[in-house]
């Protein structure tokens, strides 16, 4: 008998199989292998045949992107379709100060900052950051003031090491000693010999295009525990270094991440010298203004991130054509992208051909500044054809609020604040998810009311609505008009949803604003005319539950695509001001399914979501027959406003 394949990795039933094997064999038919010997060498033959199918199923494993899971195997498989994995990136900030020379008898002409610790923030944490300068800087000295302006500085600390070629090891490699450092901020230069006084700066470089046989480049590249090696040019794609080519190399490790972004207050540790002899400068140096808070520190690119995005930028052959080739480029030239949608200009009404629309969240903050979209465009160029034209547009919030109640058997919970509490946890955890803080993110109505229930043994069901919020940025004192658009159908039933006044429906809700002409706040309603569109109304409040229709015909509603616009208005004030003038437009979904569509990042609302509690009577034993059962509505509440 043929000893089997084995299917199984266990090692007792590779050990029962080798015991079925041999007593296949009639001298061993009824041997006991458990009281014998035999039984260590049975034992013995079990583990090396696991180990072995072990090895072999990692070594199958780790071939493939799809399923390697050790870092520096997809590092290596990623580098195959030329994909560079990004480096942990240090957090940077741009500044400005001037130094006052007035004190010299002999004015400098020019005053250089040397490369290095630059400065050290005054409040952060425990402890204080460092950021420094990656390459001299010189400027001159006017009217005894040199200005240095827009000055980027990088967080972590400042390194510099060197290496000797060796042409007689042909197995020499230019392996930086440190790992979690900021690729961008390696800067090379290469002398003759370690003595010579001449010195030629290498740029690093990730493609061949534009590159000879006289161009000084490296390439950079991600090998065993996180460091990174530097490769230099054959004499074909890249002067090829000689030996006795002394090479020297400063970079920084960025000891924060994404830790060292939003600090804004420095004090000044460099060093300034005098250009004609390099004797440091002891003037008046002013305090350091700060043009921006420091930006772009991210941690080094995940394993998963990596096998998502070499495979689509492998697809997208160098060039970006289609929104997906977008998406992937902008992660390349931004690291500090959380998430990206793209969409065509085609999609939009009225469409804008010719275009591509890019949305995009940072990891801090939720929008971006001119001077990075003004960098990511540039740095997109050398990716784009002819005829697309890149737009990078503000995201666009879509809130979710949630309205929770749940039923709870109070033999086994301690309290409602208990449950209601436990049951915010559940919440804030599901909103602070993957699943939900993406572009194209969808909201399962059905997975959430399952993490609610199962949040606590005692709860016994839940009842919960959905409703939808956009905050709509306003110009006061200005005559505008203002879309906005919830990518999701609304619900207008008004016999199970919303509320129907005087021959109005409210379907819509809308915090408080005033316009023109009018002294009492508004709120804005919607009417009906057919299962498609509707018009907006102002009305105001004589009562809670007595409105007063103040404009008619002021705008207009799309429920099946969820589209709202008001007419030519001049807004004069807003009951939300903070952190910009908005009112706040509720809807009802159609489906409590919730997708972020094109440039809507979804996000769950939690503080303006409600939770409550109520005992199960039933289950709890109180009431057995339900006679006194509290019922809570599955639909709308009947509120006019927000």
């Known amino acids: 008998m043929p000893l089997v394949n084995f299917s199984n990795l266990d090692f007792d039933q590779i050990k029962e199989s080798l015991k079925d094997y041999l007593r296949s064999n009639s001298d061993f038919t009824d041997y006991d292998f458990e009281g014998s010997n035999l039984s260590v060498i049975v034992d013995t033959l079990a583990y090396n045949t696991y180990l072995n199918s072990y090895n072999a199923n990692m070594v199958s494993n780790e071939v493939f992107i799809d399923s390697a899971t050790l870092r520096e195997n997809v590092v290596s498989l990623a580098k195959n379709v030329g994909y560079i994995p990004k480096s942990k990136t240090s957090a940077k900030s741009l500044i400005e100060f001037f130094v006052d020379t007035s004190r010299y008898t002999s004015q400098p002409g020019y005053i250089t900052l040397k490369s290095g610790v630059f400065a050290v923030s005054r409040s952060f944490g425990a402890r204080n950051a460092v950021f420094n300068i990656v390459d001299d800087i010189t400027v001159p000295v006017v009217d005894n003031i040199a200005e240095f302006s827009n000055i980027l500085i990088y967080e972590g600390t400042y390194i510099e090491e060197n290496f000797t070629v060796d042409s007689f090891n042909p197995k020499q490699r230019f392996i930086l000693n440190n790992s979690d ?40 590249q991600e090998v065993e525990d996180g460091r990174y090696e530097l490769l230099f040019g054959d004499g074909v794609f890249g002067i090829k270094l000689e030996s006795g080519n002394f090479i020297e190399v400063s970079y920084v490790i960025s000891e924060e991440g994404s830790s060292g972004n939003n600090i804004g207050a420095f004090g000044f540790s460099g060093r300034i010298i005098d250009t004609r002899n390099g004797d440091l400068v002891n003037a008046a140096i002013s305090p350091i203004t700060t043009l921006q808070s420091s930006f772009g520190g991210a941690e080094i690119e995940s394993v998963e991130s990596i096998k998502k995005y070499s495979t689509k930028q492998f697809a997208a052959q160098g060039r970006a054509v289609t929104a997906t080739d977008y998406e992937t480029y902008v992660k390349t030239v931004y690291s500090d992208a959380e998430s990206v949608s793209a969409y065509g200009g085609e999609e939009i009404s009225p469409p804008e051909y010719g275009k591509v629309f890019l949305a995009i969240k940072p990891v801090e903050g939720a929008y971006l500044s001119n001077l990075i979209k003004d960098n990511i465009l540039t740095n997109l160029e050398k990716y784009s054809v002819a005829g697309i034209e890149p737009v990078i547009i503000d995201l666009s919030y879509l809130y979710v609020e949630i309205y929770t109640t749940a039923y709870y058997n109070t033999n086994t919970a301690l309290s409602a604040a208990d449950i209601v509490s436990k049951i915010e946890n559940s919440i804030l955890k599901y909103s602070n998810s993957e699943e939900l803080n993406k572009f194209g993110a969808r909201f399962r109505y059905s997975t959430f009311q399952a993490k609610v229930d199962n949040t606590d043994d005692a709860i016994t069901s839940n009842i919960t609505r959905i409703l939808l919020r956009r905050d709509l940025r306003v110009l006061l004192n200005t005559l505008a008009e203002y879309e906005i658009c919830f990518g999701n159908a609304f619900q207008i039933d008004p016999t199970k949803f919303g509320c129907r006044l005087n021959g109005y429906t409210y379907n819509l809700r809308s915090s408080g604003f005033k316009i023109s002409g009018v002294t009492d706040t508004l709120y804005i309603g919607d009417r009906p005319l057919d299962g498609k569109q509707g018009k907006l109304f102002f009305f105001k409040l004589d009562a809670e539950m007595n409105p007063v229709v103040v404009r008619d015909n002021v705008g207009k509603v799309d429920y099946k695509k969820g589209e709202v616009i008001l007419f030519p208005v001049v807004i004069t004030d807003t009951d939300y001001r903070t952190p910009f003038p908005m009112i706040k437009i509720q809807a009802i979904p159609m489906s409590n399914d919730i997708v972020g569509l094109q440039d ?29 059962f509290e019922a809570t509505s599955s639909y709308s509440d009947q509120k006019l406003t927000y």
Do not use: H, M
């Open 181 to 220: 450092i900021d690729t961008a901020s390696i800067r090379v230069t290469v002398k003759p010999s370690q003595d010579s006084q001449i010195q030629r700066v290498y740029k690093q470089t990730q493609s061949l295009f534009d590159i000879d046989s006289e161009s000084p480049i490296f390439f950079v």
């Open 600 to 628: 809507l990042y979804l996000q769950l609302d939690v503080n303006s979501s409600t939770v409550n509690a109520i005992p199960d009577n039933i289950l709890s034993g109180n009431d057995i027959s339900g006679t006194n």
